[in-house]
């Protein structure tokens, strides 16, 4: 004889719900309470440099805004592959964010057995800024215009070197692609940072570089380096005088500018994202964040929200995996 079937009653009603609030109540519970300890933020650039320096600053404020610090941590190797794995294999409990950049893309583009995807392993909370970045030279030097550098390198080829902060980075991007525009013979020198760039041209390791405008308009205004032009779609308002490569060379093919912005493990719970998300954003409206960016030309530009990062994201990688093979920086190295 077969038992009677039960119909679950109210108070089984209440025992699932029950059952299913202890099942949900931790993730939600430390998304409310996030955060209750101080956040590390990798950063795939050197101390000292020019995005260190504005990082610090965006993450003293943004501390101050979640009530908890948010502590840089310097992983400079292999043009910001170390700095994203390590990212990348991180829990994703909010408490180990990324400045992510377009030099990720890059690498991953030149290095497809980094252990991370710009768009699948990490969650895109915000776009913080874009820069582009300065040809320069030794201040006193015999380079005042880039086609003076253009022709010695022509007359000499081979024979000219220029640095970046790493093999993909945007520094090596803007050498390559303005080399191959060009049609010049020159060698790529990689550091393993942006900050060790100007160094290089000071001892006449190399000729000429492209560093980000963070790094370089400081340099440029304390006179150890001469600013022949940028890659830029304008004029920069830091460096009024310094034409743009566009406007000399015609051509939007050496319009280039970088960007970063804030990531996380993939799988960061949305509340936590959220929370990121609009703290960054207060920090960005702060007038003294926007005047410090501007000042040494690495303007503020934020996406709105996480999905307006992933689809512009999206188009950077369409645009880069263009550029790389135009400039053949596969073969550059």
């Known amino acids: 004889m077969r038992p009677a079937s039960r119909q679950p009653t109210r108070r089984t009603f209440l025992q699932l719900a029950a059952g299913g609030a202890a099942v949900f109540a931790p993730g939600l519970s430390r998304a409310q309470s996030y955060p209750a300890k101080p956040i590390k933020l990798i950063l795939p650039?050197?101390?000292?440099?020019?995005?260190?320096?504005?990082?610090?600053?965006?993450?003293?404020?943004?501390?101050?805004?979640?009530?908890?610090?948010?502590?840089?941590?310097?992983?400079?190797?292999?043009?910001?592959?170390?700095?994203?794995?390590?990212?990348?294999?991180?829990?994703?409990?909010?408490?180990?964010?990324?400045?992510?950049?377009?030099?990720?893309?890059?690498?991953?583009?030149?290095?497809?057995?980094?252990?991370?995807?710009?768009?699948?392993?990490?969650?895109?909370?915000?776009?913080?800024?874009?820069?582009?970045?300065?040809?320069?030279?030794?201040?006193?030097?015999?380079?005042?215009?880039?086609?003076?550098?253009?022709?010695?390198?022509?007359?000499?080829?081979?024979?000219?070197?220029?640095?970046?902060?790493?093999?993909?980075?945007?520094?090596?991007?803007?050498?390559?692609?303005?080399?191959?525009?060009?049609?010049?013979?020159?060698?790529?020198?990689?550091?393993?940072?942006?900050?060790?760039?100007?160094?290089?041209?000071?001892?006449?390791?190399?000729?000429?570089?492209?560093?980000?405008a963070s790094t370089a308009v400081p340099q440029v205004k304390a006179g150890k380096v001469r600013a022949l032009a940028t890659t830029a779609p304008r004029r920069l308002p830091q460096l009024p005088d310094v034409p743009t490569l566009k406007e000399l060379y015609g051509s939007d093919d050496l319009v280039l500018e970088s960007w970063s912005g804030l990531w996380g493990p993939a799988n960061l719970p949305p509340a936590i994202v959220a929370k990121l998300n609009e703290a960054a954003l207060t920090v960005a409206r702060m007038p003294e964040i926007i005047a410090v960016h501007e000042r040494i030309g690495s303007p503020i530009d934020t996406t709105a929200t996480p999905a307006e990062f992933t689809a512009f994201m999206r188009s950077e990688t369409a645009k880069y995996t263009k550029l790389v093979a135009a400039a053949k920086i596969g073969t550059q190295r």
Do not use: C, W
């Open 45 to 212: 650039y050197a101390a000292g440099g020019g995005p260190d320096v504005l990082t610090r600053v965006f993450a003293d404020k943004m501390g101050e805004v979640l009530g908890q610090r948010v502590v840089i941590d310097n992983r400079v190797g292999a043009g910001g592959i170390l700095a994203g794995q390590i990212a990348a294999q991180a829990p994703p409990d909010g408490y180990t964010i990324l400045l992510g950049s377009s030099s990720h893309v890059t690498q991953k583009l030149l290095e497809p057995k980094a252990e991370f995807d710009p768009m699948t392993s990490f969650t895109h909370i915000m776009r913080l800024s874009t820069a582009p970045t300065l040809l320069v030279a030794e201040a006193e030097g015999p380079f005042r215009s880039a086609a003076d550098l253009v022709a010695a390198a022509k007359a000499a080829p081979g024979k000219f070197n220029y640095g970046s902060g790493g093999i993909g980075s945007a520094a090596h991007l803007a050498g390559a692609g303005f080399a191959n525009f060009t049609g010049i013979d020159v060698v790529h020198v990689p550091f393993r940072g942006s900050v060790e760039i100007v160094p290089a041209i000071l001892s006449k390791t190399v000729e000429f570089a492209f560093p980000i």
